[in-house]
């Protein structure tokens, strides 16, 4: 804990949330507060995942690519690497793939 922060401010604290929001509402905010927390991990969770097996070159992803893809894929234009459809970020740079330039056969 901050050095500032003891056992009686905390108890301070609580008793003011409770006072604020009432016995009742405190078991549904725990909740909802659980479950915003579990989205967002759930949710770096899956971009990490992705990010990963975009760099690792899955098999998966490379066959996304070539079963008639290419039209959405792109080349980002910070460093020119080609981009897989889907991908908000440059896996290369990180550069946002909004300014990528789309593949014109």
């Not at 804990?1 to 609580?14: T, V, Y």
């Not at 908000?88 to 793939?97: D, E, T, V």
Request: with cysteine.
């Amino acid at each position: 804990m901050a050095g500032w922060i003891g056992p009686w401010e905390l108890l301070l604290l609580l008793v003011i949330v409770l006072l604020v929001f009432g016995p009742k509402r405190l078991p549904e905010m725990g909740r909802s507060l659980g479950k915003g927390m579990r989205e967002f991990k759930n949710s770096i969770t899956e971009h990490t995942d992705s990010l990963t097996r975009h760099m690792d070159g899955d098999d998966e992803l490379q066959g996304e690519l070539a079963a008639g893809d290419e039209a959405d894929a792109g080349f980002c234009a910070a460093c020119g690497k080609a981009s897989v459809p889907g991908d908000s970020y440059c896996s290369g740079c990180g550069a946002p793939l909004e300014q990528s330039v789309a593949v014109h056969d």
